[in-house]
């Protein structure tokens, strides 16, 4: 819609103004940054820019644990439409071990991003150290996202057409609804636990058409398995970043997270599963 609107902007700029003349003129490209810059503060004013700016730094690290779920949502979408045209049961197998390896990878992740966080934080400017409050409840909800799995691709691949639009369309609504609720008194908060929210929505509802629909759920002994290692290590790095300090903190979580991952994948996933990762489970021992 953007796209369109900059187009029909200057096929009616060219109407009164001669375009060839931007080809010719000459840039400087340190005003260029700097007439953004100022204008782009300008528009919400200040709070507004200083809410904007920390939120789109805990958006961007937040996106960290979503890496595990959009490699499976790629591959599980020709697999389910595959397996929709031949055997719908099939896919079962694959949602399951999907949800699986997700819950034993993100949650350890998300913990190590969380708890690590002041430190990861650290990389900026002194000030976006607020923005850990942030970071904090979108990681969250993405890591309750990626624990619902492919959940989204599958039910676009097996013929409900009408609804992945419907659950956007849900999205889309409770997040307007909790950011004109929210925003106003909360500031970059609100907008967080409004986006947090809408992610979530999305997700889950895809998860429970297809348990009323295809009969297919995430939830099984060795996914509960899986996650609890991964809160247990996650436990364990809120222990550490409770009782150490500088470096050592930053490194005691780290490793935490390298061996609640493992743990979580060793013991939580059953063998099909270990061997089902190939000769990376043979690199960490898993097999």
């Not at 896919?91 to 430190?119: E, K, M, N, Q, T």
Request: aromatic share 6%; proline share 5%; hydrophobic share 60%.
């Amino acid at each position: 819609s953007l796209a369109l609107t900059a187009l029909l902007c200057v096929r009616l700029l060219a109407r009164f103004f001669d375009l060839r003349l931007l080809l010719r003129a000459p840039v400087d490209a340190h005003l260029v940054w700097s007439l953004l810059g100022t204008g782009l503060a300008l528009l919400p004013g200040a709070r507004g820019a200083t809410a904007a700016g920390l939120f789109e730094i805990a958006r961007k690290i937040a996106t960290v644990p979503l890496i595990v779920r959009q490699a499976f949502h790629y591959v599980m979408s020709p697999l389910a439409s595959a397996q929709a045209r031949a055997d719908r049961a099939a896919i079962a197998p694959l949602y399951r071990f999907a949800c699986r390896v997700s819950a034993a990878l993100v949650v350890p992740l998300a913990g190590l991003v969380i708890f690590a966080g002041a430190d990861i934080l650290s990389v900026y400017r002194p000030e976006a150290a607020a923005a850990l409050p942030l970071l904090v409840i979108l990681v969250l909800a993405r890591s309750a996202e990626a624990i619902l799995g492919p959940a989204v691709a599958i039910v676009e691949m097996t013929g409900h057409r009408a609804l992945p639009l419907i659950n956007s369309a849900a999205a889309a609504a409770l997040w307007a609804a909790l950011a004109w609720w929210l925003v106003p008194g909360s500031g970059a908060t609100g907008m967080a636990i409004a986006t947090g929210a809408a992610t979530f929505l999305a997700v889950a509802a895809a998860a429970a058409e297809l348990r009323l629909t295809e009969r297919l759920s995430p939830f099984d002994r060795r996914l509960f398995a899986a996650l609890g290692l991964a809160l247990a290590g996650v436990a364990l790095m809120a222990l550490a970043e409770s009782l150490a300090g500088g470096p050592a903190r930053f490194a005691s979580i780290l490793l935490i997270w390298a061996a609640t991952s493992w743990c979580a994948l060793r013991f939580g996933l059953q063998l099909g599963d270990r061997e089902a990762l190939g000769g990376l489970a043979r690199r960490l021992k898993l097999v």
